[in-house]
């Protein structure tokens, strides 16, 4: 059974990385969401993907350096707020997996710390283009599931070399550059696949087709659909 990610809630059809792009995702049914990580001025860990707040919200500034409460009085879209970790793994808890990226500099202790203070182990897997994060979390705790992401990645034998290195479960690879050499070598390695962020049903079912384990997607909802009409008519 392939499984749905959430990216960064529902990144298309809410505002991305919040609460309510979380809660979203959450009730249509995904397995996992996914968020990113970064560290405030004075040690906090907040759920955003970029280095600034500019994009995703109505300020303009560095992320490292802002205060918390700097960052949780800009508007992130449609009246939400920059959530902190805590916020996101207390509204996924026993719901879905999260697939929380390190991205970053500096965020694997906090980030372990918060996801132990909740015995949320089984429950989120740290992810990472930076294998030296995912080295850290092993370093902290070895029992901890990460996962290597990849854009253009390197040869199917090289991908898993790297992924084995550090102790990962899994590879996510851009849609755009999976091929079924990709899957087929990671497979027989032991490592689930995970394609990512096909937003269109071509491009969903293009990634379904060669064979990968689970999909992110901006579009959860047409993703979802995608995948029971899948299951009716018996093809995965």
């Known amino acids: 059974m392939i499984y749905v990610v959430g990216h960064r809630g529902a990144a298309k059809v809410e505002p991305e990385n919040t609460l309510r792009g979380f809660r979203y995702a959450i009730e249509l049914g995904v397995d ?16 955003i993907h970029d280095e600034t707040v500019d994009r ?43 697939l929380l990226e390190l991205k970053g500099e500096g965020v694997e202790e906090k980030a372990v710390e918060e996801v ?65 050499e990709h899957v087929r070598e990671a497979h027989q390695h032991g490592l689930e696949v995970r394609a990512w962020n096909p937003d269109t049903r071509e491009e969903m079912l293009a990634a379904i087709e060669k064979g990968v384990d689970g999909v992110s997607s901006n579009r959860p909802d047409v993703l979802l659909q995608l995948v029971k009409e899948k ?3 018996g093809e995965i």
Do not use: W
């Open 116 to 180: 132990k203070r909740r015995g949320m182990e089984d429950q989120v897997v740290f992810t990472s283009f930076h294998v030296e994060r995912l080295k850290r979390v092993k370093e902290i705790d070895p029992d901890l599931k990460v996962g290597v992401i990849f854009g253009e990645p390197p040869s199917p034998e090289e991908m898993c070399r790297i992924a084995l290195s550090v102790g990962a479960c899994g590879v996510g690879i851009n849609h755009r550059h999976l091929t079924e």
């Open 56 to 98: 995703t919200t109505n300020g303009s500034g560095r992320v490292s350096e802002m205060t918390l409460q700097e960052i949780r009085e800009l508007d992130a879209g449609k009246g939400e707020r920059i959530p902190t970790i805590g916020e996101v793994l207390d509204l996924v808890k026993d719901k879905v997996k999260l």
């Open 32 to 47: 996992y969401v996914e968020c990113d990580v970064h560290l405030t001025k004075d040690g906090h860990l907040v759920v």
């Open 231 to 233: 299951i009716s008519a």
